[in-house]
């Protein structure tokens, strides 16, 4: 079916992205008086006269549009037209050949017989002159056609004839375009060879070019040919110079290139960010079209969603830089630098007055090293790329992290959900706030956007968390009782979803489908919240949010080491810094996760490398608080008991054997320092626990160790000898020989 017409465009089906203007309703950059002004040019003069008009250029500023109106101009004035292209043309005669087909059909000639042979003697001329020498027939081929050839070739007077007869009183405009396309070596040549027929009478020619092209192209040809001036005015006797587009003329063009493509731009957004995009106007063109990908993103989001501002400093970016981009916003450490750049810079550079910003220095180093080895930018291309993201920086009232990426991977990486889906869900499910109503909703948008159920179920749990602080934020800052409450409702149907999505198991799986971060997020926003207690609504809600924490919490036993390093179980106090209700909360959350550590620690004794896999100093920082502090509670009789019985399997196991060897190595490495987060009195404490001591050092000794192994394993006999104070507490097993 054929696509309607924008109704933006006037009635008229739109130009092609990349195609020169042909209609002066679409002048978004005042071309069209150029246009008029070099046709009033070309009709003042004398009729007999031949004139040579330049229209020069970038590449992209427009050349072939005013070539287009001018032709517009010229026919609605009766005069004729042709265009000719020489790029292809590589000798005299070949050009003359073009030029004639080029002038044939605007004034009615019929088709040349020339025109029409030229082309075969043209491709069978090497065929017969390569084979002459192997076949005498065609030896005597190439005999014939190379002198037909000669004798094909179109002449001036022949061109002088047509225009003479076809034209009366009226005018030949002859538009030439796209010199600029052809091979700069062979520009010179061109207008050399063409200079033939500039002379002809009641012609007027239009050339489109980019003298820097000549100028390329002049040194290599002869370098005794001067300056790009000079050698054009030999040819161009009215040189006609574009201007760059006005601040206004480059709103217009992109009003325009939005209103009548596939995607409409926020044009309000672009005043903020003009001196950024490029002048020339197919690269905004270029820019534009680069949000046709975004389309299908950015219909799924209400216009509130999008910051345009940020979007187009992107895509800039994207058009210079796109693996560095990439690469930067997926580097939270560079965001970071970049937003506290913004919080100190300015008062920094005005406490110091001479507009340096030291806080720069980071970002901005991590940015053109990027850029060098992803993009392999060179040093102007650097400092555009590192405008643009003090453009980021400067021009917005504050830095997020998580727009910038959120905005950076909408064309390739999108979220599951926008907001503006998920008010859609949350309405459709209200209707019917239940568990399977909410997984059947669930489901449609999984498939809907080619994820699963669980994925889609993660991305809902902490967008709800989000969602839910908005609310418990208007709530706290509400003036009357009833908008309180009213804030307080709405978070407490998030909380409702929440806890859905925390208990359910869309998948079967019989386990969480939440990663740490989920459960995480939602233990600090309860943590946040615990001293909101000053009304019974929100003690209400404090109690609500326990319960739901607790429930989620059950389903992440697989997360429940993760969940404890992020709030830093190793210290069940606290750091003093809690608000209100914060340390209660936290305890609870420690006591109901601690007994799933301590049944991994227990199975780590087992499994091959479980114990030594704790050694680096980074990391497993829950496991080693509650293997090395005898205040951690691990060390329960229970676990004791369990632990001797493994110990006793430590004989006819290498595996657990090797544990237990590893962990009396680590408490003799402690006492000299520290594990983790637990300083050497305390793993001192630890040895000093007589049952504690002897599991270990049954299981450790319960097998022969081959000879470096048992010399580094008695350094560390004597180091916790040392910490207890005797050596008899560490009995020699019956295999030692002391040798």
């Not at 037909?148 to 179109?154: D, G, M, R, V, Y």
């Not at 560095?324 to 007055?353: I, T, Y």
């Not at 676990?639 to 190595?665: C, P, Q, Y």
Request: proline letters at 6%; a negative charge; glycine letters at 8%.
């Amino acid at each position: 079916m054929e696509e309607p017409l924008n109704e933006d465009s006037g009635g008229q089906a739109p130009s092609a992205p990349d195609a020169p203007e042909e209609s002066r309703d679409r002048d978004a950059l005042g071309r069209w008086p150029i246009a008029r002004m070099i046709y009033d040019l070309i009709s003042g003069a004398p009729l007999h006269w031949p004139l040579r008009v330049g229209v020069y250029g970038k590449w992209g500023e427009g050349k072939t549009t005013v070539l287009r109106f001018l032709e517009a101009i010229a026919k609605d004035e009766g005069n004729v037209s042709a265009w000719f292209n020489p790029q292809g043309c590589h000798s005299r005669s070949e050009l003359w050949s073009a030029f004639y087909f080029a002038l044939s059909k605007p004034l009615g000639a019929p088709g040349h017989w020339k025109s029409a042979l030229r082309p075969i003697t043209k491709w069978s001329m090497p065929l017969v002159k390569q084979s002459s020498s192997a076949h005498p027939f065609a030896a005597i081929c190439a005999g014939l056609i190379e002198p037909l050839a000669n004798q094909l070739e179109i002449s001036q007077s022949e061109v002088a004839r047509l225009i003479r007869t076809r034209l009366g009183n009226k005018r030949l405009f002859i538009f030439i375009d796209d010199l600029d396309r052809t091979a700069p070596d062979l520009v010179p040549d061109l207008l050399l060879s063409l200079q033939q027929f500039l002379g002809f009478p009641q012609c007027a020619f239009i050339f489109a070019l980019d003298p820097g092209v000549i100028a390329d192209a002049l040194p290599k040809v002869h370098p005794g040919w001067g300056r790009t001036e000079q050698f054009l005015e030999k040819f161009i006797d009215f040189p006609f110079w574009l201007p760059r587009p006005t601040r206004e003329q480059t709103v217009s063009l992109l009003t325009a290139a939005s209103t009548t493509g596939a995607v409409r731009l926020n044009i309000d957004a672009i005043g903020d960010v003009l001196d950024l995009l490029p002048d020339n106007p197919r690269r905004i063109k270029l820019f534009v079209r680069r949000f046709w990908r975004l389309k299908p993103q950015l219909a799924r989001h209400d216009p509130e969603e999008i910051d345009w501002h940020v979007l187009y400093i992107l895509e800039l970016l994207r058009a210079l830089a796109p693996r560095s981009l990439k690469a930067l916003v997926g580097n939270r450490v560079f965001l970071e630098d970049l937003m506290m750049d913004q919080l100190l810079g300015r008062r920094q550079a005005e406490r110091q007055g001479d507009g340096s910003r030291p806080t720069e220095d980071k970002w901005r180093a991590t940015a053109e090293q990027s850029g060098r080895r992803l993009d392999e930018l060179e040093d102007l291309e650097l400092g555009e790329m590192v405008g643009l993201i003090k453009a980021l920086r400067d021009r917005l009232a504050v830095l997020v992290p998580d727009k910038i990426t959120y905005l950076e991977r909408l064309g390739d990486s999108p979220d599951i959900f926008t907001w503006k889906e998920i008010r859609e869900l949350l309405a459709t499910w209200r209707a019917d706030p239940g568990g399977p109503r909410l997984l059947e909703l669930v489901g449609e948008q999984a498939r809907s956007r080619g994820t699963s159920a669980c994925a889609t179920f993660e991305e809902l749990f902490g967008a709800m968390i989000l969602h839910r602080q908005g609310f418990l934020e208007r709530a706290a800052s509400s003036i009357g009782e009833a908008e309180m409450r009213s804030q307080l409702l709405s978070a407490e149907v998030a909380l409702r979803v929440i806890e859905l999505i925390g208990t359910l198991d869309p998948e079967g799986l019989g386990a969480s489908h939440l990663k740490p971060q989920g459960p995480i997020a939602f233990y600090r926003q309860c943590a946040e919240w615990a001293h909101f207690t000053n009304h019974p609504d929100y003690l209400a809600a404090r109690a609500r949010e326990r319960l739901v924490l607790r429930a989620v919490l059950d389903r992440v036993s697989e997360s429940a080491v993760e969940v404890l390093e992020a709030i830093e179980a190793w210290r069940p106090e606290g750091t003093g810094m809690e608000k209100p209700g914060e340390t209660e909360l936290r305890g609870e959350a420690i006591a109901q996760l601690c007994p799933t550590v301590y049944q991994l620690l227990i199975r780590r004794f087992e499994r091959p490398g479980g114990i030594s896999a704790l050694w680096p100093d980074e990391g497993h920082l829950v496991e080693k608080y509650y293997l090395f502090d005898p205040g951690g509670g691990f060390y329960s009789q229970d676990t004791l008991a369990t632990l001797g019985g493994i110990a006793g399997k430590a004989r006819e196991s290498a595996d657990v054997h090797g544990n237990f060897v590893e962990m009396v190595r680590m408490i003799g490495h402690g006492l000299g320092g520290a594990i983790g987060p637990v300083i050497g009195d305390t793993v001192r404490d630890l040895i000093r626990i007589e049952q504690v001591r002897a599991t270990l050092w049954m299981g450790a000794t319960a097998a022969r160790m081959q000879p470096r192994t048992l010399g580094s394993f008695m350094g560390t006999r004597a180091t916790i000898a040392g910490a207890i104070g005797t050596q008899d507490a560490l009995p020699l097993p019956d295999w030692w020989d002391g040798s």
